[in-house]
Each structure stands twice: as structure tokens, then as C-alpha cells.
């Protein structure tokens, strides 16, 4: 029961209620096909069986959501650290701010410390600042609020204030939580730049301060956001104890370069042969975004030569094998562009 209390995070009595109840009837359908309808009584020993198990209630959990959370809660994205291809030193580092506080707090509290309350991702676009966002809602088994920073602007005098009202009280609600800010330098762009838009701006940056380090702390509440152009936000979001830790995520390293070719071509049919160490050099300069458009593009013009193949001999097999000459026209192809 401990077990479940810690994946129900978020739910009132009748999103519980509601769990329970659809546990139920997963059990129950689980073994229908044994009761014999036509016999005037159900044998005990089926009868006996009617207990609901837990893996009952995670099955149950896929159709039911935390009413908390359900306008503004997204699907887990289903991607793990090692879908993210090197930065190992940043992984590390976010595991350690990200999810040692949601999971460990009893930790912080006899240390006498408090883990950062928010966390800034910054980096050049394509470094990867979304995918490790997307890995860090996976792998801590928390609630996640995925927020896009300009979806919460309104051209209504308050509504912007109120949308982020309404983010802050649902992620409270739902607690432990992690709310993800997606190009939040829309959001909360500097004071003072000349802006013809009524003090809209300014109205929802002072809003989203108050909610971040206001009065009415947020407790069990993380807020990750990413951007790449920094020099955009106002000073008074990065200021210690809003965004405590501001991560600059660089473009990979040769070493990460050769890690995110081997995370992009390892699902791929590829010819015998196609070594990733090789693609290093050829590679300089590119972000993660960029390897992955290579990947893609090959296999993709191995697909156009399996599908020419099958146009032209029908009754044949064919199987679609992305070789090193594909991935050098990709490669060929991007450094021209």
C-alpha cells in the first residue's frame, strides 16, 4: 500500500476512487475467460481470486490521471539517459539536482540544506537542452508539467497572470512535480525594452517571481525551464533562489559526437562495416540536432533505394540496409547547406 501512496501522487478521492474501481475490472476481466457462465454458481476457488493486485493498479494507472493535473499533464516522454547521447559530466549533474531532491528530501533536511528550486538549461539550439528535459521527466517517476512559454501569453489584460496562477497551483497540487518551462525567454523577457504591448510583459514576469519566490513557498515543486538566448531574461529571474543552478550545455565534444551517432544508428540497419569513430572528424562543429538529421537522411536514402528495387523487381525480397555511402551523402549534403 507504502508503494502505492508513492505512484498516486496528485490524485483527490475520486481520482482514487476512480483507480480502484478500474482496478477492479481489469481484474475481473483478467479472469473471465475461466468462469463458466452457464453453471448456476461461480467455484470458490474463482471466487477467491477476485483480489486485486497491484500490478492491477499500474495497469489501472494508464487510464486514469490526477484530475489536478489533467489540463495542462502530458504523457512522459519515453526517453532514458542513455538515449541521450554524451555530456555524461551534465547527467550527472542534473541527477544530482533533479532528482536527489524529489526523492531523497529527508536527506536535505538533516544536512540542513535545501536543494535548488529552480534549474535553467542554456545552451545553442540542437544542443539537446528539450531531450535531456524529455530524459529527466522519464527517469525521476514524478508528475511533470510541460509549459511551452509563449502558449501561456494572452492579448486579454490578465489572463496571461492567471495562466500562470494556474501552472503554479496545479503543480502544487500535484507535488512532487516538476514543471518545464520550454523556451521561457518568451516568457519572462527583460524589463525595460521599449515594448508596445501595455506592460503585459512586465505584468507576467512580476507574477511568475511572486509564484517562484513568493510568500506561499512551493514545496515538493521543481522548476526546470531551457533557452537559448540567456542574455534575453530579466536579472531578477536568475538571481540566487529562483534559478539556483543555471547549466550552460555546450555543443558536444568529440567524444559525445561519437555517442550520439551511436544513439541515432543503433536501431538502424546498418552495413558491416559503419564504425562511428569514423564520422568524428567528419562531424566537427555539428550540434546533436544536426547528427540526428544525418542519421535520419540516411536511412531515409536507403529506404528510396529499397523502394526503387521493389518497383523494379516486385516478386524479389528486399531488405533495406543503410551503408556508409549513405551516411556520407548525408553528411556531404549538410555540410553544403
Known amino acids: 500500500m507504502s508503494h502505492l501512496s508513492e505512484i498516486t501522487h496528485g490524485f483527490v478521492g475520486a481520482d482514487l476512487e476512480a483507480l480502484c474501481r478500474e482496478a477492479a475490472m481489469i481484474r475481473l476481466r483478467r479472469i473471465m475467460p475461466e468462469i463458466d457462465f452457464d453453471v448456476a454458481g461461480i467455484p470458490y476457488e474463482q471466487l ?9 493498479f499500474v495497469t489501472a494507472l494508464k487510464e486514469v490521471e ?3 493535473i489533467r489540463e495542462v499533464f502530458v504523457e512522459v516522454p519515453d526517453v532514458h539517459w542513455e538515449d541521450v547521447g554524451g555530456h555524461e559530466a551534465l547527467k550527472d549533474k542534473l541527477i544530482e539536482a533533479v532528482e536527489w531532491p524529489l526523492h531523497y528530501p529527508h536527506l536535505f533536511e538533516q544536512a540542513g540544506t ?7 538549461l542554456s545552451g545553442p539550439p540542437g544542443c539537446g537542452k528539450t531531450l535531456l528535459a524529455k530524459a529527466i521527466a522519464n527517469e525521476s517517476k514524478v508528475n511533470f508539467i510541460s509549459v511551452k512559454g509563449p502558449a501561456l501569453l494572452s492579448k486579454y489584460v490578465g489572463e496571461s497572470e492567471q495562466a500562470v496562477r494556474e501552472v503554479f497551483r496545479k503543480a502544487r497540487q500535484a507535488s512532487p512535480c516538476i514543471v518545464f518551462f520550454d523556451e521561457i525567454d518568451a516568457l519572462v523577457p527583460a524589463r525595460g525594452g521599449g515594448s508596445t504591448d501595455a506592460h503585459v510583459a512586465e505584468r507576467v514576469l512580476s507574477q511568475f517571481l511572486a509564484e517562484l519566490d513568493g510568500i506561499e513557498e512551493l514545496k515538493g515543486v521543481l522548476i526546470l525551464a531551457a533557452t537559448n538566448r540567456l542574455d534575453m531574461l530579466d536579472p531578477a529571474v536568475l538571481r540566487p533562489g529562483r534559478f539556483d543552478e543555471v547549466i550552460e550545455i555546450p555543443m558536444p565534444s568529440d567524444k559525445d559526437r561519437e555517442e550520439i551517432f551511436r544513439v541515432h544508428l543503433r536501431n538502424k540497419p546498418l552495413e558491416e562495416g559503419v564504425d562511428p569513430t569514423t564520422l568524428v572528424s567528419r562531424s566537427s562543429g555539428f550540434s546533436g540536432a544536426e547528427i540526428a538529421l544525418v542519421c535520419n537522411r540516411a536511412a531515409l536514402m536507403a529506404v528510396r533505394r529499397a523502394v526503387a528495387f521493389v518497383k523494379e523487381h516486385p516478386d524479389d525480397k528486399v531488405v533495406t540496409v543503410v551503408t556508409r555511402s549513405d551516411i556520407d551523402a ?6 553544403e547547406e
Do not use: Q, T, Y
Request: charged fraction near 30%; proline fraction near 12%.
Open 48 to 56: 477467491a481470486r477476485l483480489e486485486v493486485h497491484m500490478d492491477d
Open 330 to 335: 548525408a553528411l556531404a549534403e549538410l555540410n
Open 114 to 120: 535545501r536543494p535548488p528550486k529552480g534549474i535553467l
Open 66 to 68: 490526477p484530475s489536478a
